[in-house]
């Protein structure tokens, strides 16, 4: 635990990076290099392992989670990062913005959460995987609707450990459900009703 508190000497002299804007598919970094530990401001992001046998599902971070936090222990990142939204990160544990320690357990509690949530989507009914995603990514607006980014429907797939088919199975019926409602042209944009959002 001390060793998760601790800033390394390096860390602490070097600048702090600036905040960072990344596009849906834009990898953030690749697993084994170098780098900080990130805090998401705004979208979604997914983890990966990458392996001799290819890459698979590690994963998935929301807004206020961290990622990259291993880096202040081994030096390098455990997994690859990708947004599979329109994100914004900020530099986590720097020596200008250092957590205190009540701060590093509930990020700690935070991220056990966020991984029970990403084991939940991969086990029971198709549907009910891919709706409770949408629901996970749902953002309540100032107009007091609920607003989600759809990711590809291979992250969804990847995420919910479904076929892309089922996956736009059940993207199509929750349309039909009027869960959820296309607001303009735009692909990635959608709302979620929040009398179904306020159901989780």
């Known amino acids: 635990m001390h060793a998760v508190i601790a800033i390394p000497v390096s ?71 990708c947004a599979i939204g329109d994100c914004e990160l900020e530099p986590w544990l720097t020596a200008e913005k250092a957590p205190s320690g009540e701060s590093l357990l509930q990020t700690l509690a935070a991220t056990e959460r966020r991984a029970a949530d990403a084991l939940a989507l991969r086990a029971g009914e198709a549907f009910e995987r891919v709706r409770q995603l949408c629901l996970l990514l749902a953002r309540a607006r100032d107009d007091g609707r609920w607003e989600i980014a759809i990711p590809g429907l291979k992250d969804m797939a990847a995420i919910t450990n479904l076929t892309e088919a089922t996956v736009s199975r059940a993207m199509s019926r929750l349309r039909r459900m009027g869960m959820l409602q296309r607001q303009d042209r735009r692909r990635a944009l959608v709302f979620v009703r929040p009398e179904v959002a306020c159901a989780i």
């Not at 834009?26 to 979208?43: D, L, P, Q, T």
């Open 11 to 81: 860390a602490a002299a070097a600048p702090p990076p600036h905040l960072r804007k990344i596009t849906m598919g834009e990898r953030i970094y690749a697993a084994a290099s170098a780098g900080v530990a990130w805090r998401v401001r705004r979208g979604a992001v997914r983890l990966d392992r990458i392996t001799s046998a290819g890459r698979s599902f590690a994963g998935l971070a929301l807004q206020g989670d961290v990622i990259g936090a291993e880096t202040l222990l081994f030096g390098q990142y455990s997994f690859e990062a």
